[in-house]
Each structure stands twice: as C-alpha cells, then as structure tokens.
Nanobody, 119 residues
Framework: QVQLVESGGGLVQPGGSLRLSCVASGFIFSDYTMSWYRQAPGKERELVATITTASDSTNYADSVKGRFTISRDHAKNTVYLQMNSLKPEDTAVYYC????????????WGQGTQVTVSS
C-alpha cells in the first residue's frame, strides 16, 4: 500500500522556521522525483520545490527561493522541506508528491499538513 505521510506543520510567527517531513512507503522511493506543493484557501495548488531521484537537481518557485530548501534521505525514505524566514503568504496546506515517468507514469500524493504563519 502506497503511503505518503506529511508532518511538521503548525503555527509559526513571521520570520520563523519550520521543517516539513514526508515519509514514503509502498514504492521504491529512490525511483521517484519528490516534490512539495501548497494550496492556500481560494487558490490553486502550486509547486513549491522539486528534487530529483539522485538529489542532483532541485528547483524552487520564485516565491520561496533563498528561503526554502528541499532534501531527501534515501535511508529513511523521507523528503524534507526546510522553510526559513516564513511570511504570512506562505500560509497553506503543504502536500508531498512522488512521481515517476516512463512507459507508465505514476503519481502519489500525501494528505497534506497545515502551515500557518501569523503573529
């Protein structure tokens, strides 16, 4: 059974930090590109950051560049999102996604974790 379980969300003041974790199971973690998305109330889900299978490439949304860092630990089947200098506009539900492309494409999503940035 495929599972992606996010954790680490919560309430933080502007300028603060949080680290999100996403633990994967039920598939070969090292074969999948991992991403973090977020969705704020009334807005479409947007891509925040992506990391390739070998961790040799990362990409970020312009809005989080220089503040967020995505990483992965293959030994723990976990992908992380370190979020620093948080702003109120970072408030959203954050989702983890696993994707693999080939003769057949696979895509799995987690259930999301709420991040609220407010004083």
């Amino acid at each position: 059974q495929v599972q992606l379980v996010e954790s680490g969300g919560g309430l933080v003041q502007p300028g603060g930090s949080l680290r999100l974790s996403c633990v994967a199971s039920g598939f070969i973690f090292s074969d999948y590109t991992m991403s973090w998305y977020r969705q704020a109330p009334g807005k479409e889900r947007e891509l925040v950051a992506t990391i390739t299978t070998a961790s040799d490439s990362t990409n970020y949304a312009d809005s989080v560049k220089g503040r967020f860092t995505i990483s992965r630990d293959h030994a723990k089947n976990t992908v992380y999102l370190q979020m620093n200098s948080l702003k109120p506009e970072d408030t959203a539900v954050y989702y983890c996604k696993a994707a693999r492309w080939g003769w057949r494409n696979y895509e799995y999503w987690g259930q999301g974790t709420q991040v609220t940035v407010s004083s």
